[in-house]
Structure formats: C-alpha cells, structure tokens
C-alpha cells in the first residue's frame, strides 16, 4: 500500500496539482524496491495523473467512455514495474526513468505524459529546459531525489534557488487576436460546425482590437474559409484550422489566397488514428457505434514538420512533444501557435495538465507560444514559459495576445535530446559497474 500512496503523492507534484516543490522529497523513498514496488506505485501514479480520462469520456459518450483507462493504467504501471525491477541500484534508476520517459515519445503509440520535468513548470528554473528540454529537468529532479536518499541534503539549496530564480522581462511587440468559439466537440465530428460564431468574435475583436495584425482560429474550427472573411480582415493573417476528412490542417490566409499550409504529423492513437485496426476492426466499430460516432476513418498524417512563412503551427496532442517544437524551428519558425479542441476534455483537468506541457515548448525553443483553444485554455506565453494574457476557458471569447517573432536558437534546438544520453550513460553505470553510493543498502 506505501508504494500505491507514493505514486498518489508524486502524482500531486505534476500540473495542474501546485506541489511540484515536493517531487525530489517523494521520489527519494523511490530510488529502491523492485517490480511490485513499480508496479504498485504506477498504479497510483498513472490513476491519478490520467483520472481526467474517464472524467471526460464518460461525460461525452457514457459509462463505456471510461473503458479504455483501466488498460493504459495497467501498461503504464507495467512499465514502471520493469523499471524497478531492471534498476536495483538507485543511480540506474535515475537515468533509466528518464529513458523510459524518452521511449515514450517515440513510435506510434506515443503517449508522451507524466514526465518528471513537468514538477518544475511552475518554478523560473524551468528555464533551464532552454539548455537540454524537459529531459534534464527530470534528470535534475530525480539527482536531487538521490542526493537526498544518500542523506545529502544541502541539494535542496539549489532545488530551492530553481523557485526563486529571478527572470527578465520580455516584450511582445506583436498583437494577435485569438479566438475561442466553445463549441461542442461532439457537434465538430458530426459536421455541425458553426463559421458564424468564428466571424462574429473575430468581427467583435478587430473592432475592439484595430492593432491585431495576426488572427487565430482553433483546431478543426471550420471546413472551409468562410465567404466574406476578406472584409472583415482587411490585410491582417488568419491562421485557422481545418477540419477535413483526410488530414487535421491548419493554414495561414490573407487577401483571398491561402499562403501556406501545415498538416498534423503526430496523430493522437486511438482517436485520429486506430492503430492494428486490421485485427482490432471489430472492436473499433463497435466502440464507435456505442459512442454514435459513425464509422471513423484513420486522418491523413502530414509528411514533414515545417512552419508555414514564420509561423510553426502545432495542432493539439502536439504540443507533448519537445521534438516537434524544436523541429519547427530548426526550421525557421519565429513564433510557435498551437491550435487546439481541448473540449474532449470536458470539466476535468486534463485541459489545464495539456496547457501546463505546452508552456515547456516555449522555453524549450526560446519562442513565443500563441494557444488558441475551442473552449480554452486561450493564451500567450513568453519565451521564459511566462502566461502573460489568458482569458477564461469554456465560453466564447477573444484575446489581444502580445507576440514577437525571435531568432536564434536555443541550445536544446541546436543540440536536442543530449541529456537522454548522459541519463543512459547513468543506467549503464548503474547496472554494469554495480555503482553502490556510499551508506546505500539492498533491501
């Protein structure tokens, strides 16, 4: 039972819960314990840190909307389980959780939450995701966890000065309106999408709002450039999501001409695509004959993660990943937007736990995030991870959100994922060197 209540407890140190102060305090008592101390601890790690899925399924579709959180809970503490029982020694442990947590970015069934960096998105040091992503963060967190397992407890010193770190300022020169339409996601797959809602706020905006120069429009937010939308914008961009039958798009519009477009590369598994539907095609019809979906069909990946003009456009499930952000502006973006339909979500958390993971991509990549949601969280982020304008969420609205396009590149842009190499080098020293730290014990 004292594993499953740890894992409650580190789970409280992730967003939205406010105690990530703490995450070093309750990972030092799990620097030890094998497969069934994983495992246990997993349990209720993953069924708090993932409780919004059942919350918001079950909201949406019934009680079967609440199937499919027993089987990822169950594999995801399977994998902590595995760990333990790979890692004896505490310093193995420490790299070999941050590899696993890499692991899970990769591949198509990607699920890449419940990363230990994230306990530090609240606190200025965050910024030091700059320099190696939110892979060193969690590498910090769990060194720091076994400098206090090894009863060295001056590392809270350094862990404290990460909370009080001061920042500089940053000033957006840009304006851009970001509009928040709040409509049912369940009417947006059943093609009852209403452009109206989209032109009347952005209308009501730019009235109140001249300066904007850059509009934004969500995920899926119409089928098609509404008519008469030229008027209304005048010259200004309008950056706008798509919601076709084949691929989730976004593109960039201005003067009757669309400038460019982007097409989702990372689809969300087992809801924009259905992964081994060749054996599993029984199953997926009748899930989506329960929820009265119709018969889904798998979305269209795009082929390359490119900006569209200065603007690296993410759609949704993919401001998780740090490699598609950097992607974006490797290859030129200025500003990063993520477009975004977290109404899935419902009244659980999950929307304000997505929001928390996408502030990392800004400081990642040292770039402005402008977040446009269907019913929220609508918003402008700094470069240093700071939200500096929000509006409400689930209600119709606008933001003026300040923006600037930067140059340059971060030393995780330019260098990637090198603290998942120094975290491998750690497992491999811990289980070929058998490295015992001083006053260590099996037990």
């Not at 477009?339 to 659980?348: E, I, M, V």
Request: hydrophobic share 50%; aromatic share 14%; proline share 8%.
């Amino acid at each position: 039972m004292r594993p499953f209540l740890l894992g409650l407890l580190l789970a409280l140190t992730l967003p939205p819960f406010p105690f990530g102060f703490f995450a070093p305090l309750v990972l030092a008592f799990l620097l030890r314990g094998g497969f069934r101390t994983g495992f246990l601890m997993g349990l209720g790690f993953w069924g708090l840190h993932l409780i919004w899925l059942p919350q918001s399924f079950t909201q949406l579709f019934g009680p079967l909307g609440a199937l499919p959180f027993l089987p990822l809970v169950l594999f995801k503490a399977l994998s902590f389980g595995l760990l333990f029982a790979l890692t004896p020694m505490p310093l193995a442990r420490v790299g070999g959780w941050v590899v696993l947590e890499w692991v899970t970015e990769q591949g198509d069934l990607a699920f890449p939450w419940g990363f230990l960096g994230y306990s530090l998105v609240e606190a200025p040091g965050r910024v030091l995701a700059a320099w190696g992503g939110v892979y060193l963060l969690s590498l910090l967190v769990l060194l720091l966890a076994w400098g206090l397992r090894e009863r060295r407890y001056w590392v809270l010193l350094p862990w404290a000065a990460l909370w009080l770190l001061p920042l500089p300022p940053a000033a957006g020169e840009g304006k851009a309106l970001l509009v928040q339409g709040n409509i049912n996601p369940l009417s947006k797959v059943q093609g009852e999408l209403d452009e109206e809602v989209y032109l009347r706020l952005t209308r009501e905006g730019l009235q109140r709002h001249p300066e904007a120069r850059l509009v934004v429009w969500p995920e899926t937010a119409v089928w098609q450039i509404p008519g008469g939308l030229d008027r209304l914008l005048e010259d200004r961009f309008l950056l706008t999501g798509l919601n076709l039958y084949g691929p989730n798009r976004a593109v960039l519009y201005q003067d009757g001409r669309t400038l460019g477009l982007y097409d989702k590369v990372r689809l969300v598994p087992f809801g924009e695509r259905f992964p081994f539907r060749g054996a599993l095609g029984g199953v997926y019809s009748y899930f989506f004959r329960s929820f009265g979906l119709g018969e889904l069909a798998d979305r269209t990946p795009g082929n390359r993660l490119a900006p569209i003009a200065s603007y690296g456009a993410m759609i949704c499930y993919e401001s998780a990943f740090p490699s598609v952000a950097r992607a974006l502006v490797r290859e030129g973006a200025g500003v990063l937007v993520l477009l975004t339909n977290d109404a899935w979500f419902g009244p659980s958390f999950g929307g304000r736990q997505h929001f928390a993971v996408g502030r990392l991509r800004a400081v990642e990549t040292g770039r402005w995030l402008l977040r446009a949601g269907n019913d929220g969280i609508t918003a402008s982020i700094d470069p240093y991870g700071r939200v500096v304008a929000r509006i409400p969420p689930h209600q119709e609205g606008y933001l003026l959100a300040p923006y600037s396009l930067k140059e340059g590149r971060t030393p995780y842009v330019r260098y990637g994922d090198w603290a998942v190499g120094v975290a491998l080098t750690l497992f491999l020293l811990g289980l070929i060197l058998r490295v015992r730290a001083p006053g260590w014990r099996n037990r």
